[in-house]
């Protein structure tokens, strides 16, 4: 069973930066693309960005375009999340998940970190 581990949130000012990581157990963590969702209080879970299993594809939300990077370093198993200029807006918790493919499309995502809080002050 495949466990993801978010870590890297945190309270930060406006314009602030912070990097999410996410280690994932296993041996099949390459073979499949990654994502990271969000979710603010009273919202849905939103997409925020997703990477393919060999980092050649990414794709973002249109409003963290600019702003976060996506990226992997498939020898650590690790996922990450670079979020610059952060907005009070970006305050949510933020968690990774795996697809059930190596692509980013279709999304197909099966599992699904704890979650780690980012907090954005005005």
């Not at 073979?31 to 990414?58: C, D, H, L």
Request: aromatic share 10%; proline share 2%; glycine share 12%.
């Amino acid at each position: 069973q495949v466990q993801l581990v978010e870590s890297g949130g945190g309270l930060v000012q406006a314009g602030g930066s912070l990097r999410l990581s996410c280690l994932a157990s296993g041996r099949t963590f390459s073979s499949y693309a990654m994502g990271w969702f969000r979710q603010a209080p009273g919202k849905e879970r939103e997409f925020v960005a997703a990477i393919s299993w060999n980092g050649g594809v990414t794709d973002y939300e249109d409003s963290v375009k600019g702003r976060f990077t996506i990226s992997r370093d498939n020898a650590k198993n690790t996922v990450y999340l670079q979020m610059n200029s952060l907005k009070p807006e970006d305050t949510a918790v933020y968690y990774c998940a795996r697809s059930q493919r190596s692509t980013i499309r279709p999304m197909t995502y099966g599992t699904w970190g704890q979650g780690t809080q980012v907090t954005v002050s005005s």
